[in-house]
């Protein structure tokens, strides 16, 4: 992890809002951060994070904006992407978050 706090308090805050309004413009801002920092590293950090924290949470809202956020990031992602392993549902959580680009 080269950056743990790489989504903002504002954003976080935006996912887990009721209104699917704030949800969206939160996705905004990560597909702005996907697509102006295309490190894997950053990248695989930012979908650990809506995976662990948002996808697996307990509040309903956070759960459908982490969802938004996981597919304005594949959006930003304009080449052929492949998710590998996006959400793994287990007992245990999230094991593996990985995806691999495919050269055109």
Known sequence: ???????????????????????????????????????????????????????????PHARIGGLIALAATTTALNSVFILDQLVRFSVNGCDTVAFTYISN
């Open 1 to 59: 992890m080269t950056n743990p706090s790489i989504l903002s308090p504002e954003i976080s805050k935006g996912l887990s809002n009721p209104e699917y309004s704030a949800q969206q413009h939160a996705a905004w801002q990560i597909e702005k951060l996907v697509r102006d920092d295309a490190s894997y590293e950053s990248i695989n950090h930012i979908i650990k994070t809506l995976v662990t924290e948002f996808v697996h949470s307990t509040n």
